[in-house]
């Protein structure tokens, strides 16, 4: 069962306040809600598959998850046979107005999260995401255009256009 319902964020400290911080969060998960009072839970919104093997992953978090520069990326949770693992991947879009973030993961052989999130994550699933890192920015990486040329080259290969894509 799905809930739409939005609660606020005070509504949930409250609730979590008076009948615990953990009995909230757990029927909030039961009812398929990616509200949280600790967690930045994001449904899955829409999969394109890119090629055989390898998905883009349109995620839309809850309200705790706090955004992200092009070029950072962030640990993504799944649970599978009731066991949570975890990746990190990169985000493959610049930040967007409706707040929906896309991963892009292509699957490798020994890959557990990967040959999940390719063969059998299915749109409405909920996922963690963890805090956002990394510095390959443009923030930190372009040059001093005081004292600089202003021109750059990028370049990118393997799993490294990604962060380049976004």
């Not at 992953?57 to 706090?66: E, S, V, Y």
């Not at 990746?87 to 493959?92: D, G, I, V």
């Not at 805090?131 to 600089?148: C, E, I, K, R, S």
Request: glycine share 6%.
């Amino acid at each position: 069962m799905r809930t739409n319902s939005q609660l606020s964020s005070k509504v949930l400290r409250s609730l979590s306040k008076i009948l615990g911080q953990e009995f909230v969060n757990f029927w909030l998960e039961q009812a398929g809600s990616t509200q949280s009072t600790d967690r930045c839970l994001a449904e899955v919104v829409r999969i394109d598959r890119e090629t055989a093997d390898a998905v883009s992953l349109w995620l839309k978090p809850n309200a705790l998850f706090k955004g992200f520069e092009a070029g950072q990326h962030v640990n993504l949770s799944v649970t599978i046979d009731d066991v949570v693992h975890t990746r990190s991947y990169s985000f493959s879009n610049a930040p967007t107005a409706d707040g929906l973030v896309r991963l892009t993961i292509k699957q490798t052989p020994t890959g557990l999260v990967s040959r999940f999130a390719v063969n059998q994550l299915e749109s409405g699933a909920i996922v963690e995401l963890g805090d956002v890192f990394g510095d390959m920015t443009l923030a930190n990486t372009q040059p001093d255009l005081n004292t600089q040329r202003p021109t750059m080259l990028l370049l990118a290969a393997g799993s490294g256009i990604t962060p380049m894509i976004s």
